[in-house]
């Protein structure tokens, strides 16, 4: 009894403190505190980058490092795919126009076992399809109304809603997520679908005991050491072995493989672009604070707030910063920068203020300074477009209305950027 009174004291003083903390978010322009941004083609001994080599030898590498010390975590060692099992494939799937398999990417060392289940549409009249690779929230049965897609069977958090219970999906949870994949449109457009569940690699909660990071614990090892990955690099590193998959899969263009993710999935998707070339194209959608949002404009969420509700997704290294975030020797527009010179789709919302859409407009504006060293237009625009009103140039960036979410909107920006630099050519 008396350790149940202690639980219930903690998760209100929890609560509280949560509360407390969204009443001093800030939401108005007008408050924002002056900060200073570091400039990605400055050295950090103070030198200036002015050549495309300065740029691919020295800088890129010093701040694709601190990112990996001090924000998401370094991966503590290799671990390939242990076996391929295909579960399943179809010719007439997406009303004739795809083929659809099914397989499971397994992950083993000693007797650990992590399985991680894929499933692909790919247009019929492709002969390699050029894909978007994107992680789900809660399964790939929940994409789409397709009766063939396996149920997963992993942990799933709570939401009897959407027919999730005991942690377990439902068949009532199929197609539950459908709204936010226009699959048929994806399909015409001559692209094909990679999707996965990001739970599958790391069950998204406080646990390092799950998932992907126990493969590497030394002796009595419980958890990550402070510059070793949180779960954002972990479901980053499960991008990275879906692509050794694709890049093996005769019906796949590797070489045009575009990246994409929503919110958390967001910044998964930049840090998986940063650390791994082999994405020839990155698209984060509302990926906020610690994806395209930058730091030290500490409109809407901060570092402090994410560190507190999700402890565990970034390194325990990023918890120096929680509210001086004047400490960081980088931010979040040199995240960006890691992409060049692959084209970069950032996007916001309007209502979505907590993800700061200016911070993130103003990230892929200052991410552009690299690209022009490279010789590609960036952002082609200054001032931050009204809403509705996409620019293209190799950085892609809108603001729609609406509030948080992945809309058929977003994605026939992402399917008229991806013709552009997919096809155009
Ligand atoms: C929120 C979190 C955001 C964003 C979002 C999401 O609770 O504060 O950073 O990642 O979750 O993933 O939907």
């Avoid at 795809?98 to 247009?123: C, D, I």
């Avoid at 001559?190 to 990071?213: C, H």
């Avoid at 575009?258 to 994405?279: E, N």
Wanted: hydrophobic fraction near 40%; aromatic fraction near 12%; charge should be neutral.
């Amino acid at each position: 009894m008396k350790g149940f009174a202690f639980l219930f004291l903690l998760s209100i003083l929890i609560l509280q403190n949560a509360f407390a903390q969204r009443e001093n978010v800030i939401s108005e322009e007008s408050k924002v505190p002056e900060y200073q941004l570091p400039d990605v083609l400055t050295r950090f001994n103070g030198g200036k980058v002015s050549t495309a080599k300065d740029w691919v030898k020295k800088q890129r590498p010093d701040i694709l490092k601190l990112f990996t010390d001090e924000v998401y975590g370094k991966v503590p060692g290799i671990q390939k795919i242990s076996e391929v099992k295909v579960w399943e494939t179809s010719d007439n799937a997406v009303n004739d126009l795809a083929t659809r398999k099914q397989f499971s990417l397994f992950f083993k060392k000693g007797n650990r076992n992590l399985e991680v289940n894929v499933l692909m549409y790919l247009p019929k009249n492709a002969q390699k399809a050029p894909v978007f690779l994107a992680y789900n929230f809660t399964g790939n049965h929940t994409v789409y109304t397709d009766p063939n897609i396996r149920l997963t069977e992993s942990w799933v958090a709570n939401d009897p809603s959407l027919g999730i219970i005991n942690n377990q999906v439902t068949e009532q949870s199929r197609a539950t997520a459908s709204n936010g994949w226009p699959i048929e449109k994806i399909i015409r457009s001559g692209y094909g679908l990679v999707t996965l569940y990001y739970g599958d690699v790391d069950p998204d909660k406080n646990d390092f005991s799950d998932g992907i990071e126990p493969f590497f614990y030394t002796k009595n090892q419980i958890k990550p050491r402070s510059n070793e990955w949180g779960s954002i690099a972990a479901w980053a590193w499960g991008l990275s072995r879906v692509m050794d998959y694709l890049e093996k899969d005769p019906d796949v263009d590797a070489k045009k493989v575009a990246v994409l993710g929503h919110s958390r999935l967001g910044k998964t998707a930049l840090w998986a672009g940063a650390t791994d070339q082999r994405f020839a194209m990155v698209i984060s959608n509302e990926s906020g604070c610690g994806g395209a949002a930058l730091s030290k404009r500490t409109y809407g969420e901060t570092v402090e707030i994410i560190n507190t509700s999700f402890p565990y997704w970034f390194c325990d290294n990023f918890k120096k910063y929680n509210n001086r975030e004047d400490l960081l020797s980088i931010d979040q527009h040199m995240l960006l920068a890691l992409i060049a010179p692959r084209p970069l789709y950032v996007a916001s919302a309007e209502d979505d203020k907590w993800a700061d859409p200016r911070g993130e407009f103003l990230s892929a504006k200052y991410a552009s300074a690299v690209y022009k060293l490279l010789g590609l237009e960036g952002l082609p625009v200054k001032e931050m477009p009204v809403v509705n009103q996409p620019v293209m140039g190799t950085i892609g960036y809108h603001i729609r209305t609406g509030k948080h979410g992945l809309t058929t909107y977003d994605w026939e920006q992402y399917i008229r950027f991806a013709d552009k630099h997919f096809k155009e050519k």
